[in-house]
């Protein structure tokens, strides 16, 4: 019911606020680095104990309710259970490479689905301030300000955000670099903030017309799809066809004009399923 949605969206604030006062603490403090999947897949003690705070105020207030966190999942390196239940998908911190590098672009982020459908997405920059915040049907808003992405329908006049990724396999960074081209080439400009949902949500806001990534999971995009199609993004799968939030890539576009000229261009990636 319209209450049960209230009191999950009321609990998603509560929760970006203590893990962004948790990255506060730590970000000018030494950090405890460990790797993951590749030497570039970084974690860190606060992406742990950030989850580990966030799982366990989720269980106690919504005891049914299923959980796909960043860390619990590359603990037991199990494929994610995607139900219809109300399922929390979070990244304690997204940008972890920026985190570990004393760059402020680190980002909480939130996004929880009933019937696989994301309901609400709550992405916070803590050392900026910035709260970006989106209910399915209700807008995208930043710091309570509604936000609207831009109308830009050329390639030719737009900003493209792309990442680099953690992937340090030699195709996968020649296809990448192969796509950088073709963007940069086209562009007004290339831009990577390295963090995924931060990049979707600064499309929601205005800031770039376009974001492209191949190896993504879905604690990184689930939240920021939704706020960026709430400002009236394009969120697809890069083909252009429809997104899968467990197939790991995504495009963003603020139009759909551009969303196909960029897919048109691209060469795309498979990097499997979360
Ligand atoms: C990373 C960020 C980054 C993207 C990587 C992700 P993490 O997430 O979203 O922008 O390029 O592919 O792994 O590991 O910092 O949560």
């Given at each position: 019911s319209e209450n049960d949605y209230q009191e999950m969206y009321?609990?998603?604030?509560?929760?970006?606020?203590?893990?962004?006062?948790?990255?506060?603490?730590?970000?000018?403090?030494?950090?405890?680095?460990?790797?993951k999947l590749s030497a570039a897949d970084l974690v860190t003690e606060t992406d742990q104990a950030v989850e580990k705070l966030v799982k366990i105020l989720i269980k106690a207030k919504f005891p049914n309710h299923k959980?796909?966190?960043?860390?619990?999942?590359?603990?037991?390196?199990?494929?994610c259970e995607f139900t219809n239940d109300p399922t929390w998908i979070i990244d304690p911190v997204d940008g972890t490479t920026n985190f570990v590098h004393s760059i402020p672009e680190v980002s909480f982020s939130l996004g929880v689905t009933v019937n696989k459908i994301p309901v609400i997405g709550v992405v916070y920059i803590p050392m900026k301030e910035e709260l970006f915040?989106?209910?399915?049907?209700?807008?995208?808003?930043?710091?309570?300000?509604?936000l609207s992405a831009n109308g830009t329908k050329d390639l030719s006049k737009s900003v493209v955000i792309m990442e680099g990724g953690s992937s340090r396999d030699?195709?996968?960074?020649?296809?990448?670099?192969?796509?950088?081209?073709?963007?940069?080439?086209?562009?007004?400009?290339?831009?990577?903030?390295?963090?995924?949902a931060l990049n979707l949500s600064y499309i929601a806001a205005g800031r770039g017309d376009a974001y492209v990534e191949y190896g993504i999971h879905v604690w990184d995009f689930i939240a920021g799809a939704l706020i960026a199609r709430e400002a009236g993004?394009?969120?697809?799968?890069?083909?252009?066809?429809?997104?899968?939030?467990?197939?790991?890539?995504?495009?963003?576009?603020?139009?759909?004009?551009?969303?196909?000229?960029?897919?048109?261009?691209?060469?795309?990636?498979?990097?499997?399923?979360?």
């Open positions: 009321d609990l998603a604030l509560d929760l970006a606020k203590q893990a962004g006062q948790m990255i506060k603490d730590a970000f000018d403090k030494e950090k405890l680095v460990d790797t959980f796909i966190g960043e860390e619990s999942t590359s603990e037991t390196g199990e494929k915040t989106a209910r399915q049907g209700q807008g995208a808003f930043l710091n309570g300000r509604k030699p195709g996968i960074v020649d296809a990448k670099i192969k796509n950088i081209h073709s963007m940069v080439t086209n562009s007004h400009g290339v831009r990577a903030y390295g963090s995924a993004a394009v969120v697809t799968d890069p083909t252009g066809s429809e997104l899968d939030y467990m197939h790991r890539r995504v495009l963003c576009a603020c139009t759909a004009e551009l969303g196909k000229q960029i897919s048109s261009l691209l060469v795309h990636l498979d990097m499997g399923w979360d």
